[in-house]
């Protein structure tokens, strides 16, 4: 197994304690893929969805990957997911729908759907969406329902958008958005609705981009138009799917990465949207543009560290690295990050491990001829932190619940590094305190407490997604859980 070890620069805006990373070889998939859709879910289990293999042939399988098991296991889809759709559900299931049937060049694709029990490692049926739809945005809502928006349809962006019933297995119609989009990130709101965000107005041409922003309301299942531009007074900035996951700070709001082209230069920049308020924030991180690095990958999150961290694609000399946010302060190393014979990070796919690694996988041979890969890599990152943290790098808060998905009670595990005051409490979907678990000093080591799914007054609260909130030192690190009944 090859190893490489990366150290960060120190930076001199912001002083920091690093420690070296490393990127090993993990086993390989069943099938090459790439383009595909990949998630952890709440046991740990990787899951890889559809995605395309060599010659553009889109894939009717999944596979999910157990940690201790070391190896992946195929399962069968009902239909081809090439550049798919995936939502998680409000339980220990993830909906998987539409995407290309054979290759790319087959638009506008499929409406079937699939459902991913993550528990029993099977596939469920699912309803078809009423409209055909690859390249689009989706979203689990506060209701418990999934808003699925736009697509690329005959070489051009939809506009329709439709809500599927767990409850019913049915998809509902909504009303159209005001423009057409492909790959637009959808983010859910605590109101009910979401933020539909950027995209394209047609397959992946440059002259393309979608620089709006649209809210969708549940109770008229309406779309508004919010403003023309993501950032008012800023023209040109916009994100899409394949630059973007719902990535969910501890603080509640989401975590985005943009693009700017001026005159064949991309510039990049950070966002935070607010659920509760719909408010999008700008970040005065200052990113490199694609004169010396492209950022093509999903902004990825060290929870252990509360620290976002981006896989960037250097020109000059060719290969990957890494470029780690320190408060407003990009951090940049310059050693090569080798994932073999990837071209770039090109359709490389990744998600964290409940031990804190990422594990990247599939992408674009260099070899030539749109060559798909096998393989798999495990990214440990790096530790930066401000050197007036005195807490040891090498014993990082960890919290973790067992069982997960439960019914109705569940242990929460955590470790504290040192002596310390700390606060655990759980949280609702909408960001709302259900219960204060914790709020004193605790010894240096691991602990214990049981949650009997009941919020602050000793009622019973409903099935569903919740957060585990711990702070302490000064950081903050959550973890989701999932109430079934």
């Not at 530790?383 to 997960?404: E, F, G, K, R």
Request: glycine letters at 8%; one cysteine or more.
């Amino acid at each position: 197994m090859k190893t490489l070890i990366i150290v960060l620069l120190f930076c001199m805006a912001l002083p920091l304690i690093c420690q070296a990373l490393t990127l090993t070889t993990g086993p390989d998939m069943t099938v090459a893929r790439r383009s595909h859709f990949q998630f952890t879910d709440n046991n740990g289990t990787v899951w890889l969805v559809g995605g395309h293999t060599n010659g553009f042939v889109a894939l009717s399988t999944a596979e999910y990957y157990i940690p201790i098991s070391g190896v992946f296991t195929q399962l069968a889809l009902s239909s081809n997911h090439d550049m798919c759709s995936v939502s998680q559900l409000d339980d220990a299931r993830w909906i998987v729908c539409g995407g290309a049937f054979a290759t790319m060049g087959n638009a506008p694709g499929v409406n079937n759907c699939d459902i991913i029990n993550t528990m029993s490692h099977a596939i469920e049926p699912c309803a078809s969406m009423n409209q055909q739809r690859m390249l689009f945005g989706s979203c689990l809502l506060s209701d418990g329902t999934v808003l699925a928006v736009g697509a690329w349809y005959n070489s051009n962006a939809d506009k329709t958008g439709e809500i599927y019933s767990p409850t019913n297995n049915t998809w509902t119609p909504t009303g159209n958005m005001f423009f057409g989009r492909s790959a637009t990130v959808v983010l859910p709101l605590n109101d009910g609705g979401a933020l539909v965000i950027g995209g394209l107005s047609s397959f992946n041409h440059p002259d393309s981009l979608r620089t709006s922003v649209e809210r969708f309301n549940r109770t008229t299942n309406q779309f508004t138009l919010v403003s023309e531009q993501l950032f008012p007074g800023e023209i040109g900035w916009t994100i899409n799917s394949d630059m973007n996951q719902q990535l969910l700070l501890p603080s509640g709001n989401f975590l985005c990465l943009a693009e700017r082209a001026i005159e064949g230069i991309t510039s990049y920049t950070l966002f935070t949207v607010n659920p509760t308020t719909a408010e999008i924030t700008k970040l005065p991180v200052i990113l490199p543009n694609s004169s010396t690095d492209g950022l093509r990958n999903n902004v990825m999150y060290d929870y252990t560290y509360s620290m976002p961290f981006l896989l960037a694609y250097n020109i000059q000399s060719n290969a990957n690295h890494l470029i780690a946010i320190a408060g407003n302060v990009a951090v940049s190393d310059t050693t090569r990050l080798d994932f073999d014979n990837l071209v770039g990070n090109s359709n490389m796919e990744w998600s964290q491990l409940q031990d804190g690694r990422i594990l990247f996988t599939g992408g674009l041979s260099n070899a030539g001829g749109y060559e798909t890969l096998f393989t798999t890599h495990f990214l440990t990152l790096p530790i930066v932190t401000p050197n007036n943290d005195q807490t040891s790098p090498s014993a990082p808060l960890t919290i973790s619940n067992y069982p997960n998905p439960f019914n109705p009670t569940t242990t929460i595990s955590y470790f504290v590094p040192k002596n310390e005051n700390v606060q655990i409490g759980i949280y609702n979907m909408k960001g709302q305190l259900v219960k204060l678990m914790v709020n004193e000093t605790m010894a240096i080591g691991n602990h214990k407490i049981t949650w009997n799914g009941d919020n602050q007054d000793g009622n019973k609260v409903s099935s569903g997604v919740y957060f585990t909130k711990l702070e302490t030192g000064g950081r903050i690190l959550t973890h989701k859980m999932v109430m079934v009944k």
